[in-house]
């Protein structure tokens, strides 16, 4: 079994290409051997961690490194193409728990540093390593030989970036509105948090014009000794049917649609594109929940076309298992997803799937904290 490693403090850059020193470079990593091109799609479920919910309960500011059991989508069981689709496979967590791991994802980060995140609300933007390790045994305990592994820096991101810049002026304007009449006799009103809040946004906008790529949410795929062969961004540039930034901005602003661009080095790339709400390709409002069990999210190809989906599913409870298991696993937000692949894929272009599934994950259904 090969180790996992610690996680130093930050990131480097070489050129234009990102390593992240949470990568042991001499250690290497079998990615042809994880058998995904044998594979119709994967089913990953987030495994159910109690005392992480505890500590919530209790308002600590804990969050247990996550860990995840990817399994084979069975024959027969199709991906939803949309949340209401007859033909999807609606699975109970009974289901999902006896399907044998081909995959087990650890996720490798400092305690200290998800709880300080914890407590200033961007949790989900953490630093960490994925490591993804062959079940030895078909079970979510059985880590083997290490096949891939995801690399994932500190990164606020672009959405995130404005609507900080946005607060700050928010902020600003509050304290003004509330210190600029003993010294002059003015009635400011809410005009003065309006104002700078609307400057701050457009300070944001400023940044993210100016350096996307240093704000960027980005998650690499490494394998052969530590090398960099494919990475999941967060796009905002014209790409999959888009024209232009700010055609992106108003779809992510007004339509509450986002997208993760997946780039590889040699072959064709994909998008995911997922709106979070009723507005959009889905009517996503209240997916995977008792409310609507499934939400879908769509993969594009280079043309924008759609070629494959993600569903996340609700799962519950089934047979004899008690409903405060599922209730638990929604209320702290343990996830189960289900991914079609696209026909033809590559074995890289899988797992660069996998990735973006990682990196939607992270940013949009993990917990943020600060509450």
């Known amino acids: 079994m090969i180790a996992v490693v610690d996680q130093p403090s930050g990131d480097v850059e070489l050129g234009s290409t990102m390593v992240s020193p949470l990568i042991p470079a001499a250690v290497a990593v079998d990615l042809v051997a994880a058998d995904l091109e044998k594979m119709r799609g994967v089913v990953v479920r987030q495994e159910t961690q109690f005392l992480e919910s505890l500590a919530q309960g209790l308002g600590l500011p804990y969050e247990a490194k996550n860990r995840y059991k990817v399994s084979a989508l069975p024959e027969g069981r199709a991906v939803a193409t949309s949340p209401t689709d007859a033909a999807r496979w609606r699975p109970t967590n009974k289901d999902l728990l006896a399907l044998p791991a081909a995959l087990v994802a650890h996720e490798e980060s400092k305690c200290g540093w998800r709880a300080a ?173 008792c409310c609507r069990p499934d939400l879908v999210i769509d993969v594009l190809d280079e043309s924008g076309a759609v070629v494959s989906h993600v569903q996340k599913t609700f799962a519950p409870a089934g047979g004899d298992e008690s409903c405060c298991n599922t209730l638990c696993r929604c209320l702290n937000q343990f996830d189960s997803f289900l991914v079609e692949f696209p026909a033809g894929a590559s074995q890289r272009q899988r797992a660069l799937l996998v990735a973006g599934l990682f990196s939607v994950e992270y940013e949009h259904f993990e917990r943020k904290g600060g509450s």
């Open 117 to 289: 995140l914890a407590c200033c609300g961007c949790l989900n933007f953490r630093a960490l390593t994925m490591h993804f390790f062959e079940s030895v045994d078909g079970s979510d305990g059985g880590a083997g030989i290490e096949r891939f592994r995801l690399a994932r820096p500190f990164r606020m991101g672009i959405k995130a970036t404005i609507g900080l810049c946005a607060g700050v002026g928010l902020f600003l304007g509050r304290v003004v509105t509330y210190a600029l009449p003993f010294f002059v006799a003015v009635p400011l009103g809410g005009i003065a948090e309006l104002v700078f809040g609307v400057l701050g946004a457009c300070v944001g906008l400023v940044l993210v014009r100016t350096r996307p790529e240093s704000l960027r949410l980005r998650l690499s795929l490494v394998e052969e000794g530590g090398r960099v062969v494919g990475e999941v961004v967060e796009a905002f540039e014209p790409a999959a049917g888009t024209s232009s930034f700010d055609e992106k901005w108003w779809t992510c602003c007004c339509l509450c649609t986002f997208f993760a661009r997946v780039t590889s080095e040699t072959e064709p790339g994909f998008t995911l594109r997922f709106n979070s709400c009723c507005c959009g390709e889905h009517n996503n409002c209240c997916g995977a929940t």
